[in-house]
């Protein structure tokens, strides 16, 4: 399986409401429940109502549409960063599966994918 690791400096953010929140942005990933307003965006699209910011997230793509029978990918790359004690922030779209990890923990992630037979691309 194919992964592209994403050039973009990424940052996930509470926001008191979404006004403020450009979703024209080339990634932009919004979340809402009765207890919070979240987004995930590149760090310098950052919106003024942010309230609460996690920074310092880079992004893992899996190449090409995943069909909504697999099974089992998020766990198994899962479970190999987690025996590396990486952990991980996942988002899936209609098409694929995206994993956002802590910039200090990329080079490591690359070689432990690497090592379990991840092909590994850079933008």
């Known amino acids: ?9 990424f940052v996930i953010c509470k926001v008191k409401n979404f006004f403020d929140v450009s979703l024209d942005k080339e990634y932009i990933f ?3 429940t009765k ?3 979240s987004i995930l965006c590149k ?3 950052i919106p003024p109502n942010t309230i609460n910011i996690e920074k ?3 992004g893992l793509v899996i190449e090409g549409e995943l069909d909504f029978s697999l099974v089992g990918i998020i766990a198994e790359i899962s ?3 987690a025996k590396i ?13 995206y994993i956002f990890i802590k910039e200090e923990s990329l080079n490591k992630t ?14």
Do not use: P, Q
């Open 35 to 37: 207890e919070e307003n």
């Open 1 to 9: 399986m194919k992964i592209k690791v994403l050039d973009e400096n």
């Open 56 to 58: 310092g997230w880079k």
């Open 43 to 45: 760090e310098e699209d």
């Open 79 to 81: 479970n190999i960063l």
């Open 30 to 32: 919004t979340a809402k």
């Open 110 to 123: 690359i070689l432990e994918l690497e090592d379990n037979g991840y092909e590994i691309s850079k933008k």
């Open 85 to 97: 004690k990486v952990s991980v922030f996942v988002i899936s779209t209609f098409n694929t599966d």
